[in-house]
């Protein structure tokens, strides 16, 4: 099952200094999951200074249950980085279907 996952920053004065003190376990995190095959995607929001305030990751999980244990260990929530996360499943239509792992 593929899902589209949504963080969005806390607003505080030191949201953006929790953000890049964990980005980088973050990074890691996600470069695990794309040779794994469980994140196709992943992307930075930015707010209208250009500085990053929210993520989006187009994921893949067997189950729903399997991609909240994966976000238990995301290094944005456990680092009170993002303030919530929407998540929505999702297709990922014929025409990206090589971005996906078999």
Not at 2 to 13: A, T
Not at 15 to 39: M, N, P, Y
Not at 73 to 102: A, M, Q, R, T
């Amino acid at each position: 099952m593929q899902f589209v996952v949504i963080g969005y920053d806390e607003n505080d004065d030191q949201a953006l200094d929790r953000r890049l003190a964990a980005r980088d376990a973050h990074l890691a995190l996600s470069d695990e999951a794309v040779q794994t095959g469980e994140q196709i995607l992943g992307a930075a929001l930015l707010n209208d200074d250009d500085n990053m305030c929210g993520s989006v990751m187009v994921v893949d999980f067997p189950s729903r249950d399997e991609l909240d244990a994966w976000l238990e260990n995301e290094p944005y929530i456990k680092g009170k980085v993002w303030e919530k996360v929407k998540v929505y499943p999702c297709k990922i239509g014929p025409s990206f279907s090589h971005l996906i792992k078999s």
